[in-house]
């Protein structure tokens, strides 16, 4: 069984200060190598970084606007704009590069699975969480060292199913493994 325990912050650096503040009480319990910190930025953006069920993740929801269909889109536009002259040819090239960077930023992958979609939906915008997919002993641990902690969060807890569980677990099955004893 594994619970999901998401303690979410007011501000978007409290939970990593909160994390931080854990780490120096000289805790060597078992969640602070199993959370990962949570940032929910404006504009509906999230950012999420360290271990869930044994995998590293570093996902941000911004994607990047240069690759392959960017200078696909740059050159096509600039080849349509050579009729209208070299004006044409620049703003084709502008334009075209923008229409590609914008397919490029739209092809990669989007912070939408199980566990991605549970977070954002539990930490609001312009706040911060720490997440922990784990036994619900370890859950208990990360509570009482936040509770005792200089800032104060919301928990959000839930008993997970065994398919509940999987499916956040293979929303981060692609994220390198952890590194052993690490932590964020």
């Known amino acids: 069984m594994l619970d999901l325990a998401v303690m ?35 504009h509906d953006r999230i950012a999420v970084r360290g271990s869930v069920a044994g995998h590293y993740v570093d996902a941000d929801d911004q994607q990047d606007v240069t690759g392959k269909k960017a200078v696909e ?32 930023s739209d092809s990669g992958s989007h912070l939408h699975s199980a566990l991605f979609d549970e977070v954002r939906a539990d930490v609001p915008q312009k706040s911060s969480a720490i997440v922990l997919l784990a036994a619900p002993e370890h859950v208990d641990q990360m509570v009482a060292a936040l509770e005792g902690g200089h800032r104060q969060g919301r928990l959000v807890r839930q008993r997970l199913s065994d398919e509940a569980a999987r499916a956040l677990q293979e ?14």
């Open 73 to 104: 889109g740059a050159l096509t536009g600039a080849l349509a704009g050579a009729v209208f002259g070299p004006a044409g040819m620049a703003a084709g090239f502008a334009a075209g590069g923008t229409i590609g960077g914008v397919a490029q």
């Open 171 to 184: 929303a981060v099955a692609s994220s390198p493994p952890d590194a052993p004893g690490g932590t964020i």
């Open 8 to 42: 979410v912050f007011h501000h978007i650096d409290d939970a990593d200060h909160a994390y931080a503040d854990a780490c120096e009480a000289g805790s060597d319990a078992a969640w602070l190598r199993e959370a990962a910190i949570v940032e929910h930025h404006r």
